[in-house]
C-alpha cells in the first residue's frame, strides 16, 4: 500500500525579492506535515519532473505579468507535467486586500499561463498578497510604486497560506 511518505511533491517557485520563495517554504512545511517528501526549488534551477508524483507551482507577478521563469518552466516540462496533480500559487499586491474585485484581477494574471500551457489543469489555485518594500526596489520601480501611491507592507495572510496548502495536501 502506497503512503504519503512515497510520494514525492515539487514546489517551483519564482520570485523576484524573496516573497514567493518564502510562501514556497511556507507551503513545502505544511504539506511535509502530511507525510510527503517535498522539494523547494527555485523554477528555473529544475531540470527533471519525472520523479515527482505532483508540482505546485507559485510565482511572483509584477506588472500583471507571471513570471518569466514560471512560464519557461511550464512550457519546458508541460507534458510531464500534464500526467500528475499540479497546483499554483501567485503572489501579488493586488491581493493586498482579498475581495471578489481583486481575486478577479488575480485570476486575470493566470489567463497567460492557460492560453500557453493547455494541458496542464491545475487541482487548485491559490491567491495571496504579496510584500511591498521601497527599499527593496530598483529606482525604476520606486518611481512607478510612489506614483502608484502602493501601500508599503507585507501582505501575506499566512493562515490562508496554511488553510490552501492542508487543501492541496488533501488533493495530491
Known amino acids: 500500500m502506497e503512503t504519503n511518505m512515497d510520494k514525492k511533491i515539487l514546489v517551483a517557485y519564482a520570485t523576484y525579492y524573496g516573497t514567493t520563495r518564502e510562501v514556497a517554504e511556507a507551503v513545502a512545511k505544511t ?31 509584477r506588472g500583471g505579468k507571471i513570471h518569466t521563469d514560471v512560464l519557461h ?12 496533480p499540479v497546483a499554483y500559487f501567485v503572489c501579488c499586491m493586488t491581493m493586498h486586500d482579498d475581495n471578489p474585485d481583486s481575486r478577479y484581477m488575480a485570476e486575470g494574471y493566470l489567463a497567460e499561463v492557460f492560453n500557453k500551457i493547455s494541458k496542464v489543469k491545475p487541482v487548485s489555485i491559490g491567491y495571496f498578497g504579496g510584500v511591498l518594500e521601497l527599499k527593496r526596489l530598483d529606482w525604476l520601480a520606486r518611481l512607478v510604486v510612489k506614483a502608484l501611491r502602493a501601500p508599503e507592507g507585507d ?18
Request: charged share 25%; glycine share 4%; with cysteine.
Open 31 to 61: 504539506i511535509n506535515t502530511h507525510g510527503y517528501d517535498v522539494d523547494v526549488i527555485s523554477a528555473c534551477e529544475v531540470h527533471d519532473v519525472s520523479h515527482y508524483d505532483a508540482v505546485i507551482i507559485g510565482s511572483a507577478i
Open 155 to 172: 501582505y501575506r495572510n499566512w493562515d490562508a497560506i496554511i488553510h490552501w496548502s492542508e487543501e492541496v495536501a488533501e488533493t495530491m
Open 73 to 84: 518552466f511550464l512550457e519546458d516540462h508541460e507534458a510531464e507535467l500534464s500526467l500528475v
